[in-house]
């Protein structure tokens, strides 16, 4: 609904051991479609939480920062922040020290509202990166991923609610600007897909996700290569 559905709470996850461990409030309340990164450069290395909906506070914009060490989580205030959203892409890009941050729902269903700006933050502060002279359109839950050797972040898809989008986008971190690629024997337009980069070959792997109308869930997976 309108105001989230799920109490706020955060659990860490023990590969070796195959356990979870719930971590101790305060945590970030944005439980739904929050936005996450690592920023191994800050204080030894802090995870950061941004923004998500959540029961009680709605569209958040509240940044987090967690301690892995002391198991701990904390808010930071900046002089400026995105606006409150959930669902937009995010990747962290370890050489320029900063999480990127695209697009979102600023606005719940059923009066659904969505963004296409983008933004850095660089563990200390947020700022706004100039759109240029093309990017995105606003929409949510693409499927995203970062090319950490050529510093490429790449969107597929999304939606607005009304549509989702039949096209494939890259930001090139190098030169913060965007640039539609060409989109052929692609996987059917979809929000919600789970993307990642393969180092050892540098294709983009994508699964899953939901098509509309009626968000059919889906279960192929494919591979890109830029």
Not at 63 to 80: C, E, N
Not at 160 to 171: G, K, P, R, S, T
């Amino acid at each position: 609904n309108a105001a989230g559905g799920l109490a706020a709470a955060a659990w860490t996850y023990d590969v070796t051991a195959t356990t979870w461990q719930p971590i101790d409030p305060p945590v970030p309340q944005g439980t739904i479609g929050c936005h996450a990164g690592w920023l191994p450069h800050v204080q030894g290395g802090r995870a950061m939480v941004f923004g998500g909906q959540g029961l009680g506070v709605g569209m958040d914009a509240t940044t987090w920062l967690y301690d892995p060490k002391a198991r701990k989580f904390a808010t930071l205030k900046t002089a400026q922040a995105p606006s409150p959203r959930r669902d937009g892409a995010t990747v962290s890009d370890l050489t320029g020290k900063r999480v990127i941050l695209f697009g979102g729902q600023t606005q719940p269903i059923p009066s659904a509202a969505h963004t296409d700006d983008t933004w850095q933050f660089d563990g200390t502060a947020w700022s706004q990166i100039a759109k240029g002279e093309a990017a995105p359109s606003p929409r949510r839950y693409p499927g995203t991923a970062f090319d950490a050797k050529r510093r490429w972040m790449v969107v597929f898809s999304g939606t607005d609610e009304q549509v989702d989008f039949e096209d494939l986008w890259l930001f090139d971190a190098n030169k913060d600007t965007w640039k539609q690629l060409p989109l052929f024997d692609a996987p059917d337009v979809r929000s919600f897909g789970a993307m990642a980069w393969d180092a050892s070959d540098g294709a983009f792997v994508f699964f899953g996700g939901f098509t509309s109308p009626g968000m059919k869930g889906q279960s192929d997976g494919w591979r890109l290569t830029l």
